[in-house]
């Protein structure tokens, strides 16, 4: 073993399996030096089997190994959005760090950094995921290490989401018909009346969308249960996807299949060949015109809960929803207390019509006095 100084930085080198290894410790002590040059001789020697130096991987940034994670995921995978923004958001606060300076405590620092921009702790965990699959061997030795430190995953509130009520309701369809966008009006009629996803929407073609048979496919999706799913358009979206049919083609001439419904375009749509990138704007404006708190998911939780209110079954609900399990159909229907207090009021009545039907002359007794619609004025007792 040897070490030496070039300028201010000490360097090693030793020969190993019939090489020369000459690197840099980086560092101006020879202390430092000495323990790198011993670390690194130990570190070949455990891959000795196919002996590869990996010294490369080791010092590459966060951001080129991202960008390689990311070609690859894109073959595998029909929809590379999230990962994107994920992926973004990780670089952004530590994309030049480099492999080996990546600790635990890098994530947990992350995870603080991302709380502080008000991210939801379930797209920081998502987000850290990813940051863990791009590491690769390294992101599974973090993985355990914060595991067995509970800090592996943020906790996460028992309420994810709302459904609107039918004032809301009323209230952001007035806003968006309104509005100057000519894409919001029908792509919330879209997300409350067929409950489909933002990208669903954003994403839908002419060619998905059959007005005639009044039915629409949804084509990519974020489930395999929700990709290809088919959805009758009931009256209400029939007429208004027929209006935006009519503006659609009268701004552009016709509405070819390969065409998207919500035009690309900023501040009004120009180019049909490419879907729209977001409705976010639109959608803050209706939700201030409305006075109405809330996310544009939340018009999906809306549908899901206006379905089983109204009797509809499980598989009816998955089928429209593209939901694979009874776990993700609980988890979105928000039963609202009106449904609850009708349907227990419904055991307070159907005894006494029952009881009236069976016992001659009992019916001027049972039904003397009717059971009363509207609940008692509650006197406090302060």
Known sequence: MAVFKRGDIWHYEFVFA????????????????????????????????????????RVRTLQSMATDYLEGYALRHKSITFARYALGNVTRHIGELMLVDLT?????????????????????????????????????????????????KLAMGAKVGKAYSPDEKTALLDAARAARSPVIYPALMLA???????????????????????????????TEAGEGRTIPLNSVLLESMIAHAKWFTGKFGTAKPEWYVFPFGKPRPCDP?????????????????????????????????????????DETIRDIAGHVSKQMLKHYSHIRMTAKRNALESI???????????EPGAASTHNSKPVPTKLPTVVSLN
């Open 104 to 152: 635990e405590k890098t994530v947990t620092d992350y995870q603080t950094a991302r709380l502080k921009e008000k991210a939801a702790p379930k797209t920081i965990n998502e987000e850290v995921g990813f940051l863990l699959r791009v590491l690769g061997e390294t992101g599974e030795l973090l993985r355990a290490r914060l595991r067995r430190q509970r800090a592996l």
């Open 192 to 222: 409350l009346n067929a409950g489909m996803r933002d990208a669903e929407i954003r994403g839908l073609q002419w060619g998905r969308m059959d007005l005639e048979k009044a039915i629409l496919t949804v084509g990519e999706s974020k």
């Open 18 to 57: 019939g090489r020369r290894i000459r690197e840099s410790s980086k560092s101006a002590s020879k202390t430092v030096a000495k323990l790198a040059e011993s670390n690194r001789r130990r570190e070949m020697e455990k891959g000795f089997n196919g002996v590869e130096d990996r010294r490369e991987d």
């Open 348 to 358: 307070v009545r159907k005894p006494s019509t029952d009881l009236a039907a069976q």
């Open 273 to 313: 060949s490419k879907p729209m990138v977001s409705l976010k704007t639109a959608w803050k404006n209706v939700k201030a015109k409305a006075s109405v708190e809330g996310r544009w998911h939340d018009n999906r939780h809306t549908l899901i809960t206006d379905l089983a209110e109204s009797g509809a079954g």
